[in-house]
């Protein structure tokens, strides 16, 4: 496996350990008659952590979640740049005005120039 497989693993194994955990936690406020959403979460942490222990740690949660979002969110853009840079190269090579892409029935689309890269597809 893979670097990148295990990381992609990994991740989906996290994401649906909080969604377990959030429905762990909406069922407890609703069996504790706190209602749903943040205000029954607040509820929930006011009576179970009267010294604000609990708190605070959830706040330190929240602000390195934001972290990992805002550097998701970077490496995404990173991506991004990179796989456009990728797609203009391979359309150079191959002859073609815009990359080739599948379209809505599957079929690769993408125009060629007239003249351009025909002794290249030849010698292949």
């Keep these: ?64 979640a934001r972290r990992c979002q805002n550097l998701n969110d970077r490496n995404g853009a990173v991506v991004k740049v990179k796989l456009g840079r990728v797609q203009k190269l391979l359309a150079t090579v191959r002859g073609s005005d815009t990359p080739a892409v599948y379209g809505r029935q599957g079929r690769v689309t993408g125009r060629r120039r007239k003249g351009s890269g025909s002794s290249l597809r030849a010698a292949y």
Aim: proline share 2%; net charge positive; charged share 25%.
């Design 1 to 64: 496996m893979t670097a990148i497989e295990r990381i992609g693993a990994n991740r989906h194994d996290c994401v649906a350990a909080l969604i377990r955990l959030e429905a762990e936690r909406s069922s407890a406020c609703k069996m504790l008659s706190f209602g749903q959403g943040p205000a029954a979460f607040e509820k929930l942490m006011s009576w179970c952590d009267r010294s604000g222990a609990l708190r605070r740690q959830w706040q330190a949660n929240l602000v390195a």
